[in-house]
């Protein structure tokens, strides 16, 4: 079946520190990988997506590349914020497979001034 | 524009008891889906309904029931909780039932405590 295997947290780093939290899959096909991101109290937002490999998604300076070689979907930003604190997890979606996401089980980002 | 609203947003239950929990999906939606995400875990896939119909189900027990109305909303039905019920139950939304990459809207969650 389909899994998600994220690093574990929590990562604790300082304001303007440069960010890499590792994630890598098990699929058949090629499926489309996700970054959520949740805020305390707050649901799941899509952070970035990418729907065929070697393709980059990025959004608020967050980036990850889809590498099918590698199974891996690794997020990165070049400097962190203190507003970036949150949970940020890995997921995956078959083709074909509806609304049936994979999620692996987070790592908690934590960011000090 | 409002998102996925859940309800409600806390609730306590005792072991044996039933409950529901209701979902409206972001305007425009017509798709729904639900997760359950146990404390520290990543959100498991319930079920999903499109067309009022349950189209794919997760690793889930028949304990676990669902419905959706003919606006889209829906409703997740527990039975005879269990202790191992606690969670917190997101509801995520999307338009049509997609090919693997369409964006799911997630509300913010009903938190359940089975005591």
């Known amino acids: 079946g389909n899994s998600v295997t994220q690093m574990e947290g929590p990562v604790t780093l300082s304001e303007e520190a440069f960010l890499t939290i590792n994630c890598t899959y098990t699929?058949?096909?090629?499926?489309?990988l996700f970054w959520y991101v949740q805020y305390p109290g707050e649901g799941l937002q899509l952070l970035l997506k990418?729907?065929?490999?070697?393709d980059k998604g990025s959004n608020k300076g967050f980036e990850a590349t889809y590498r099918k070689e590698t199974t891996s979907f690794h997020l990165e930003k070049g400097s962190v914020q203190v507003s970036d604190s949150a949970v940020y997890f890995c997921a995956l979606n078959q083709a074909g497979g509806g609304n049936k996401l994979t999620f692996g089980t987070g790592t908690q980002l934590k960011v000090e001034l | 524009d409002a998102g996925v609203t859940q309800s409600p947003t806390h609730l306590i239950k005792t072991r044996g008891q039933q409950v529901t929990l209701r979902c409206s999906p972001k305007s425009g939606h017509d798709t729904v889906s639900w997760y359950q995400q146990a404390l520290g875990q990543g959100p498991q896939f319930i079920f999903q309904y499109y067309e009022e119909e349950e189209r794919q189900r997760g690793n889930f027990p028949d304990r676990f029931s669902g419905h959706q109305f003919p606006n889209y909303s829906s409703e997740l039905n527990v039975n005879a909780l269990l202790l191992g019920d606690s969670a917190l139950y997101l509801c995520?939304?999307?338009?049509?039932?997609?090919?693997?990459?369409?964006?799911?809207?997630f509300g913010a969650g009903s938190r359940l405590t089975v005591l």
């Open positions: 699929a058949t096909g090629y499926p489309s």
């Open positions: 990418a729907t065929k490999a070697d």
């Open positions: 995520a939304s999307s338009l049509v039932q997609g090919s693997g990459a369409n964006v799911l809207t």
